[in-house]
């Protein structure tokens, strides 16, 4: 069973920024041959894509791309997310996901899931 920690969370200014980490728990693990996605859910509201690795390249959500970079570590089977000039409306718990192959935007389309990690914007 794979696991899937986030962490990097917390409370930041408007403005600011914040890099979360999620590292593949248990080996073996195929890192490279899974898609590594992140996702959020801010309260009363449905999870939505942010950004994901896939293969040798990523995609976003275009309203966070110029904002949110996504990267991966093979090595340490680990993926980044540095989120720059952080907005209130970004508060929200942020996920990390593992989808075998593909590059869906689709939460159904991720296998794994991470516990998510807190982010709060403020004003």
């Known amino acids: 069973q794979v696991q899937l920690v986030e962490s990097g969370g917390g409370l930041v200014q408007a403005g600011g920024s914040l890099r979360l980490s999620c590292a593949a728990s248990e080996r073996p693990f195929t890192f490279g041959g899974y898609t590594m996605g992140w996702f959020r859910q801010a309260p009363g509201k449905e999870r939505e894509f942010v950004a994901a690795?896939?293969?040798?390249?990523?995609y976003y959500t275009d309203s966070m791309k110029d904002r949110f970079t996504i990267s991966r570590d093979y090595a340490n089977n680990t993926v980044y997310l540095q989120m720059n000039s952080l907005k209130p409306e970004d508060t929200a718990v942020y996920y990390c996901?593992?989808?075998?192959?593909?590059?869906?935007?689709?939460?159904?389309?991720?296998?794994?899931w991470g516990q998510g990690t807190q982010v709060t914007v403020s004003s």
């Open positions: 996901a593992a989808q075998r192959g593909g590059s869906s935007k689709y939460a159904e389309a991720f296998e794994y």
């Open positions: 690795w896939s293969w040798t390249y990523p």
